[in-house]
């Protein structure tokens, strides 16, 4: 009999899931694979994995739920999704923390096995929402999954306790019939992840075969869905999140300038995978050095650069904090260093693994001095690749330190990434001086400014650089007045020079008219997204992406002249917008969002919408 | 599998010439002097340690372009401008970590670190334990003058308790760190103490320290005439032969006119033995290993200070180990040629690959 033809298969544009249980019950794991069986689909993914800071609150309580959200579909999907289609909750505290956000008349999958008083406790239910009608509105869907999860692995050889932890992957199974995913792609991963571990990859594959076979059997599940594919650019595809991405660019940046990379770091949330990743990197010969703090690492990049290395440090916001000293030592040694900081909701501890962009002013006005930098910004997981590659690239070429500014969206969050062809980079070797004749340490490059970068070992060019302020052209130690009004201008002349050797600003949308939607890092999607729905309707609005934040490209000022009103969308309570304001006039408005979540795209566009509103009004 | 069109891989970094012995012979203290003037104050102890320093250095057979000098913050930490070398004048106690970077990009370079009590072992204590565990080949030279010089007189972390400084005015009621049991608490694998006034013994201190593969600190007991003068006195004069224990490895712990007393352990605490004159067999008498395992008793010698024991100098700790960039660069040669050197195209397409036609 062929349960399937009974079912009802319905085609949709897009969908969210998301997957919640405690933080030990492998959410992120199935998350993860399901995103990846999406791409190999042909669907544009965006995840979104929220984790707790705890790596196991206790079991069953609402602080150790985690999740793992997923949309997924054509190429409108620019971000991880307002509002979950499907919710598979493994216990009542998943059900509890994620409901609230579920779409309206949304499909609710529920393990009911841990439905128990006592985890009904744990989450504060007084009656189980399974009985009392609080799920009214939801298609629910109460499925006995520790039960049928340990019955479908009775033969794998595992314990009881074991088999039911395979109940994650049950879960999976459910979700791929109802989004008519094949089996085959993850039972061949299951094999080659379990490899040396043959009982778990069969009580898993057992899993996801009995939650699949359950959902295309059973009464309980009547339609499901079809989502459709997107139409990409012919190429190979890979996903990548943001800090898998500017550990691949840094490697690429500084291949393409015929350089060692040395990446000196210390473990910090949500930076640390970068550190992982380029530990992971012998092949191309990257030195890493764990140091003892954030000031040894930013220090140690530095003595690196000295020594004519790619250097390269990261971190998060309290980590930058103590970074700054040495990075004003860089800003006077004029040397070449890619500072990328990952940041997370502050101030202080904050909350290490919820988002935020609240470093922004810190990374262009943080240092004692006049002390210009140059400060970037990626848009979405992949662009970090592409802007630690331009920050390799710009501090190589003007010798300065460059700040790029991600956060733990980009870092956590996944989408698809067209494997760049390695020959079509841009090649960024810096020629070191021709001749000792002639030399002096801060004699510079009458085009870029950039002081030669004569490194140790090179014969005739010894000579001393620090901290203290140097002479023009020679870098002798002097407290002269009219030279050091010189070198301070100077220095700032050499950064802001730099807006001539970057991309011009573009805009998304209309290219004039009534609203401009300005924003950097991680909004980009969201404002993508709801930039693009006002335009299909009709609205003369625009987007406009900042990824280089200082110095900004030169015809910002005319872009954004050619708008009524400018809304910025941070999360943050208005940084970008002060910087604006003081620049270009009092017609720019706020969006601001500090709860430590993303934009969703319904909060841009109702913004937007308030905006275009009034202004019909007027 | 690399295809002739891969972009190249990253080229090491300059190689230096190979030595020129002839050229090296012509190396002379001249050589690594600067045009600079010299700006610390008269009678200062700095001046003898660069001179000693710039007369080293040509006898290493290392070109001069191989050297680098790094310091923090201080009087001490000038020195990098005074010789002529690569030099770099970094932050307040980082010397150690921005060294660590150099020598991580550029094993092949011959790296110090000039630091003082206040920079290396206050503001940054923290980096040079860690530089010194690691045994990073640097060599590391605290001078050491029990006062903050360069910010006018304020007690550092190695001034002794009690003492009356403009910071302390009723005297200090902190301990002093003791540097030479902290470097060797981090085992440190060559750990020595000399004295500036004493610039024989200064050479082949620093001589012993620069030929040393490993990190190597030496504390230099030094003078601050303005705002510490006579702080070490004592052990400055090599005729006050009662307050100095010259340490030599292999021979017997003694001091005193004819070396006529010495340190024994008792109860696991030092005491000093009168050795009458032509004894040879003094039961218990300490015999000085600095290749030691245990930096125990090299310890207990460091801990000897006045007025109850004599101060010792010279090498108390020199021991072979592999070093942290040898080791960081023999893991990276080990992996490649397992694996093969990088390629950016099976990099971006790493981990699990689509296609779109």
Redesign the interface.
């Known amino acids: 009999m062929n349960h399937a033809s009974t079912k009802e298969l319905v085609q949709v544009s897009q969908s969210t899931v998301r997957f919640a249980g405690d933080s030990g019950d492998g959410m992120q794991l199935v998350g993860n694979q399901f995103a990846e069986l999406c791409s190999m689909m042909g669907n544009v993914i965006c995840s979104l994995p929220d984790f707790p800071s705890e790596i196991r609150a206790p079991a069953g309580s609402l602080a150790g739920v985690s999740g793992y959200q997923l949309s997924f579909g054509g190429q409108d999907v620019t971000t991880p999704g307002d509002a979950p289609y499907a919710l598979a909750a493994m216990n009542p505290a998943a059900l509890k923390v994620n409901l609230k956000e579920l779409q309206p008349g949304g499909i609710v999958m529920v393990n009911e096995d841990e439905f128990t008083p006592a985890n009904l406790a744990k989450a504060a239910y007084a009656v189980s929402p399974l009985d009392d009608g609080s799920l009214d509105g939801y298609r629910v869907i109460a499925v006995p999954m520790s039960r049928l999860t340990e019955d479908a692995t009775l033969n794998s050889g595992l314990s009881p306790s074991e088999r039911k932890r395979c109940k994650n992957f049950f879960a999976l199974g459910l979700v791929m019939w109802l989004y008519d995913r094949p089996m085959q792609p993850v039972l061949e991963w299951l094999m080659r992840k379990f490899q040396k571990n043959p009982a778990v990859m069969a009580a898993n594959g057992a899993s996801v075969r009995a939650g699949y076979n359950y959902a295309n059997t059973t009464e309980l599940f009547r339609v499901h869905y079809q989502v459709a594919r997107a139409s990409l650019p012919r190429g190979t595809y890979r996903r990548v999140n943001g800090n898998e991405a500017a550990a691949m660019g840094c490697i690429a940046g500084a291949a393409k300038c015929e350089r060692l990379l040395v990446y000196a770091g210390y473990p910090i949330t949500p930076a640390s995978e970068i550190l992982q990743e380029l530990s992971k990197r012998k092949e191309f010969g990257v030195r890493m050095i764990q140091a003892e703090d954030e000031i040894a690492a930013c220090c140690a990049a530095i003595g690196a650069a000295f020594a004519g290395a790619v250097a390269v440090t990261a971190t998060s916001g309290p980590g930058l904090a103590l970074k700054i000293e040495a990075m004003g030592l860089a800003v006077m040694t004029e040397l070449p260093l890619v500072i990328i900081n990952v940041q997370r909701a502050g101030p202080s501890t904050g909350m290490p693994t919820k988002t935020e962009q609240a470093d922004l002013l810190m990374a262009l006005y943080g240092r004692p001095g006049e002390s210009p930098a140059v400060v970037l910004a990626a848009a979405t997981p992949k662009d970090c690749f592409h802007m630690a590659f331009e920050a390799v690239r710009l501090a190589t070429k003007y010798m300065t330190p460059v700040i790029l500014l991600s956060d733990s969206f980009l870092a956590n969050s996944a989408e698809p990434f067209a494997v760049p062809d390695p020959e079509r980079l841009p090649n960024l070797r810096v020629e070191p001086p021709a001749s000792p004749e002639g030399f002096a340490p801060y004699r510079r490059n009458p085009q870029t400014l950039a002081r030669p970068w004569a490194v140790p070992g090179m014969k005739g060019f010894e000579h001393r650089i620090g901290g203290l302020e140097k002479e023009d052209v020679t870098g002798t130690v002097t407290y002269d007045a009219d030279n050091h009004r010189r070198m301070v201008d100077l220095r700032a002349r050499k950064i802001a020079q730099i807006a001539n050797d970057i991309k011009p600003a573009e805009v998304v949308g209309a290219t004039s008219g009534r609203l401009l939607v300005v924003g950097w890092g991680s909004t980009h999607g969201a404002i993508s997204a709801a930039v693009s729905q006002l335009v299909q309707e009709g609205h003369q609005v625009g987007h406009l992406h900042l990824r280089h934040l200082n110095p900004m490209p030169a015809n910002l000022a005319e872009v954004i002249s050619k708008f009524d009103r400018i809304l910025v969308p941070e999360n943050n309570a208005g940084q970008l917008s002060v910087i604006l304001r003081s620049r270009f006039g009092t017609h720019i408005e706020s969006l601001n969002k500090v709860e430590g979540r993303p934009f969703l795209v319904r909060e841009i566009r109702a913004a937007m919408e308030g905006i275009l509103s009034r202004e019909h009004a007027n | 599998m690399n295809t002739p ?13 190979a030595p020129n012995i002839d050229c090296l012979r012509d190396l002379t203290r001249k050589d690594f002097q ?1 045009k ?1 003037e010299v700006r610390w104050c008269p009678g200062c102890g700095d001046y003898a340690i660069l001179t000693q320093i710039q007369k080293l250095l040509p006898t290493l057979g290392i ?9 923090g ?1 201080g009087c001490s930490s000038r020195f ?2 005074y010789i ?8 307040h106690g ?1 010397a150690p ?10 094993p ?2 011959s790296v110090w670190v000039v630091t003082g009590d206040g920079d290396g072992l206050s503001i940054g204590t ?2 040079l ?2 530089c010194l565990r690691r045994n990073i080949d640097i060599n590391i030279l605290l001078f050491n003058n029990r006062i903050y010089g360069l910010t006018k007189g304020q007690y550092s972390p190695t001034s002794e308790f009690g003492k009356v400084t403009k910071s302390s005015p009723l005297g200090t009621i902190e301990h002093p760190v003791r540097p030479i049991q902290m470097a060797l608490a981090a085992e440190a694998t060559f750990v020595a103490r000399t004295v500036a006034a004493d610039p024989a013994h200064m050479a082949q201190t620093l001589e012993a320290a620069a030929r040393h593969k490993g990190a190597s600190f030496i504390e230099i007991l030094q003078n601050c005439r303005v705002f510490n003068d006579g702080t070490f006195d004592q052990v400055n004069q090599r005729k006050n032969v009662d307050d100095r224990i010259i340490l030599e490895h292999g021979k017997p712990v003694r001091f005193g006119p004819n070396g006529s007393r010495g340190v024994v352990v008792r109860n696991m605490q030092p005491e000093i033995v009168e050795i009458a004159p032509a004894t040879t067999d003094v039961p218990g008498l300490l015999v000085h290993d600095e290749r030691a395992d245990s930096p125990a008793l090299a310890a207990l010698l460091a801990a000897l200070e006045p007025p109850q024991f004599p101060t010792a100098l010279g090498v108390f700790r020199a021991r072979e180990e592999p070093t942290y960039e040898e080791m ?1 660069v023999q ?2 040669e080990a ?2 040629a397992r ?7 099976r ?11």
């Open positions: 069109t891969d972009p190249p891989l990253p080229a090491p970094l300059p190689t230096p010439q600067t600079q070109p001069r372009e191989r050297f680098v000098f790094v310091s913050i990098p401008y002529n070398t690569f030099g770099f004048h970094g932050i980082r970590a921005i060294a660590m970077g150099v020598k991580a990009a550029n092949d370079l923290n980096h334990i860690h960081m893991q990276i992996y490649q694996r093969g050197p990088g390629d950016l195209r990099l971006f397409a790493s981990g699990a690959t689509w296609q779109i036609d």
